[in-house]
């Protein structure tokens, strides 16, 4: 009666064989493709986050606007600071003394006027003029407040940056999370089972269509692991701003430390006084009302001082040196309203700002809330994880204790195979959301860029 069953299982021998051979052969390209990353970059999680932070155009971007920034500090400083030019010119030039001296000169009786009433040429008159020119100003109170609103925009900027650092560093450290995740053997597991399944002796007991279509769902599931691991390493490179070359992870998701045990009031300190973009926008209303201080005090006098000195002579004569000086005091009294105008909307900048530094805040509770409740659930997901995956082991060892003993066919084991694998993506998936809840609760409190 077991003739007519041979040929059957050699054919399910045969498919077990080449599924074996082609995953073997995949793993092998895989672990190819690792080692030539070796060359490249190796990286940790926390490093990852730092080279992001350091060199993603975004930041670079930040970076750029904080240097215009301090920039228009230099341009305001020097409202306050004396000018000194330099200038000289020659002259030269002819004139009609009836049109240079319009009024008659009187002349003593009998002697020709001064001037001809019907006017003459004078000249030609050269004249080269030397001089120095300084300035300074003494008061000057809505330069004043320009500069000060100029440099709380420099700390503005600069706080946009580590915002801007912080924001890519949790792009980055998601993208290594979903490395970490595509690429945890799910390849190799896949292999194991088909070796398994190979050494069980599937065709025994299994019928031929459904091993069949085990061995394409696995197939199936190797090509969309081997996708994900490739593409999310490209992310992971795109977000460091680094070339699109292959990347060696040195971490793991076992391996990687858990959150450090906190409160959620002391979260909550720690984000209100470390988030960065926090701190840029109730800087940005501060310059706004500065802003606004600096053009109510353009109506107030300027008070100046300003002097020259300079060498004039005509050609052929000696040359003399000239000076003059003086005090100017500048007092605005009516530009159409221009200035009240100006200030309703450096105001009204003022209260957006304010509004929406009042919304972040809340979103910042929000975010430390809400990460610290996803710590805890995936913690506690990790735990019933690793029991489950403890117990599937254990299911496969007794269904194989139990098949050599020749108690049951070998379809529990089969079962058991694939119950340990579902078991293993559910563990890597749960290690997974822990670690990604510990990379959100670092984002929340602003100290992403300092993770391990």
Same mark, same amino acid.
């Given at each position: 009666m077991?003739?007519?069953?041979?040929?059957?299982?050699?054919?399910?021998?045969?498919?077990?064989?080449?599924?074996?051979a082609l995953l073997a052969f995949f793993a092998r390209a895989a672990?190819?493709?690792?080692?030539?990353?070796?060359?490249?970059?190796?990286?940790?999680?926390?490093?990852?986050?730092?080279?992001?932070?350091?060199?993603?155009?975004?930041?670079?971007?930040?970076?750029?606007? !904080?240097? $215009?920034?301090?920039?228009?500090? /230099?341009?305001?400083? #020097?409202? %306050?600071? =004396?000018?000194?030019? !330099?200038? $000289?010119?020659?002259?030269?030039? /002819?004139?009609?003394? #009836?049109? %240079?001296? =319009?009024?008659?000169?009187?002349? $003593?009786?009998?002697?020709?006027?001064?001037l001809d009433r019907n006017g003459s040429i004078l000249g030609p008159l050269n004249v080269f003029d030397a001089r120095a020119h300084v300035s300074q100003t003494l008061l000057d109170a809505g330069a004043i407040e320009r500069l000060r609103g100029a440099r709380t925009s420099v700390q503005a900027a600069d706080a946009d940056v580590s915002n801007v650092a912080e924001t890519v560093g949790l792009i980055a450290a998601n993208a290594y999370l979903a490395v970490l995740h595509a690429g945890a053997a799910l390849a190799a597991e896949l292999l194991r089972i088909a070796q398994d399944q190979l050494r069980a002796g599937t065709g025994v007991a299994l019928d031929v269509t459904r091993a069949r279509s085990q061995l394409s769902g696995a197939r199936t599931q190797l090509i969309v692991a081997r996708n994900d691991r490739d593409r999310t390493r490209v992310e992971l490179a795109r977000s460091m701003g680094l070339p699109l070359v292959t990347l060696v992870l040195v971490d793991s998701l076992a391996a990687l430390p858990s959150?450090?045990?906190?409160?959620?009031?002391?979260?909550?300190?720690?984000?209100?006084?470390?988030?960065?973009?926090?701190?840029?926008?109730?800087?940005?209303?501060?310059?706004?009302?500065?802003?606004?201080?600096?053009?109510?005090?353009?109506?107030?006098p300027t008070i100046g001082v300003f002097a020259d000195q300079g060498q004039a002579y005509r050609l052929g004569r000696s040359s003399l040196p000239t000076y003059q000086w003086g005090v100017q005091l500048s007092l605005p009294v009516f530009d159409g309203f221009r200035r009240e105008g100006r200030t309703e909307e450096q105001l009204a900048t003022a209260h957006d700002f304010e509004m929406r530094e009042r919304d972040l805040r809340?979103?910042?509770?929000?975010?430390?809330?809400?990460?610290?409740?996803?710590?805890?659930?995936?913690?506690?997901?990790?735990?019933?994880?690793?029991e489950r995956l403890q117990l599937a082991e254990q299911e496969v060892s007794q269904a194989r204790e139990r098949f050599q003993a020749g108690v049951t066919g070998n379809a529990d084991v089969i079962t058991a195979s694939l119950t340990l694998n579902v078991a293993r993506?559910?563990?890597?998936?749960?290690?997974?959301?822990?670690?990604?809840?510990?990379v959100a609760l670092a984002r929340a409190r602003g100290s992403i860029t300092t993770i391990d």
């Open positions: 077991n003739q007519p069953r041979f040929p059957r299982l050699v054919a399910i021998g045969l498919t077990l064989a080449l599924l074996v672990s190819a493709q690792e080692v030539a990353a070796d060359s490249t970059v190796r990286l940790t999680l926390g490093e990852a986050v730092r080279i992001a932070a350091r060199q993603n155009p975004q930041v670079g971007s930040a970076r750029s606007r !904080l240097g $215009a920034a301090e920039a228009r500090v /230099t341009q305001h400083r #020097a409202d %306050l600071l =004396p000018t000194l030019s !330099l200038d $000289a010119r020659q002259t030269g030039g /002819t004139f009609n003394s #009836a049109a %240079l001296f =319009p009024l008659d000169f009187p002349s $003593a009786p009998g002697q020709p006027p001064l959150a450090p045990r906190t409160t959620e009031e002391a979260s909550l300190a720690d984000a209100l006084r470390g988030r960065s973009d926090l701190r840029s926008i109730s800087l940005q209303a501060q310059a706004a009302r500065q802003q606004a201080a600096a053009i109510r005090s353009e109506r107030l809340i979103q910042v509770e929000a975010d430390v809330r809400i990460a610290l409740l996803n710590l805890a659930s995936s913690g506690e997901a990790v735990a019933s994880a690793r993506t559910q563990y890597v998936d749960a290690l997974t959301s822990y670690q990604a809840a510990r």
